[in-house]
Antibody, heavy 118, light 108 residues
Framework: QVQLQESGPGLVKPSETLSLTCSVS????????WSWIRQSPEKGLEWIGYIYHSGSSSYNPSLRGRVSMSFDTSKDQFSLRLTSVTAADTAVYYCARHSNTWRYFDYWGQGTPVTVSS | EIVLTQSPGTLSLSPGERATLSCRVSQSVHSDFLAWYQQKPGQAPRLFIY???TRATGIADRFSGSGSGTEFTLTISRLEPEDFAVYFCQHYGGSLWTFGQGTKVEIK
């Protein structure tokens, strides 16, 4: 079964950019939609956005244009960038695969904690 | 924006008992767009129920989902030790995915 693995810095300074990468274990990266989701005690689970290998993407309006995602099919990876971070962006960040109907998330990475602090 | 409200916040039960978890949606939604996840400490959420009542692959039949409109329920018929965890409901609609705040099922 497919495995997802998040990677990136665990500590980011306020006002800087958070960058994370999700590695997918098989070539299914070209066949599904992929999302980033974060979880914090304050906000719970929050969908950040999705991307498809064609470049199609959509983001949560609550993040007010600070989000972008990109794909690297040659490496079976996709990435998240979140700019101008504040302490409110401190969370565990998950990458997840959408189900065939794309309404749910059927595979998740183990999550990577990110702290925003100077 | 659709809001999902789960109740109770915490459910204290003993193994073998029945658990009933509620997910109330702020406006009527199609049941095809409602899912439930289980999350254990230090782990990612795991899809348990989708389309309100369909068990995901490998999920035991003691788990069942029901409901329609604005009221959805996850029922665990007889709690096993491995079922004590946090459960989230999730809705998809209008290119937005939203989650409830979770119900913790703890050992009494």
């Amino acid at each position: 079964q497919v495995q997802l693995q998040e990677s990136g810095p665990g500590l980011v300074k306020p006002s800087e950019t958070l960058s994370l990468t999700c590695s997918v274990s098989d070539r299914s990266i070209r066949s599904y939609y992929w999302s980033w989701i974060r979880q914090s005690p304050e906000k719970g689970l929050e969908w950040i956005g999705y991307i498809y290998h064609s470049g199609s993407s959509s983001y949560n309006p609550s993040l007010r244009g600070r989000v972008s995602m990109s794909f690297d099919t040659s490496k079976d990876q996709f990435s998240l960038r979140l700019t101008s971070v504040t302490a409110a962006d401190t969370a565990v960040y998950y990458c997840a695969r959408h189900s065939n109907t794309w309404r749910y998330f059927d595979y998740w990475g183990q999550g990577t904690p990110v702290t925003v602090s100077s | 924006e659709i809001v999902l409200t789960q109740s109770p916040g915490t459910l204290s039960l003993s193994p073998g008992e029945r658990a009933t978890l509620s997910c109330r949606v702020s406006q009527s939604v199609h049941s095809d767009f409602l899912a439930w996840y289980q999350q254990k400490p230090g782990q990612a959420p795991r899809l348990f129920i989708y389309a309100a009542s369909t068990r995901a692959t490998g999920i035991a039949d003691r788990f069942s989902g029901s409901g329609s409109g604005t009221e959805f329920t996850l029922t665990i018929s007889r709690l096993e030790p491995e079922d004590f965890a946090v459960y989230f409901c999730q809705h998809y609609g209008g290119s937005l995915w939203t989650f409830g705040q979770g119900t913790k099922v703890e050992i009494k």
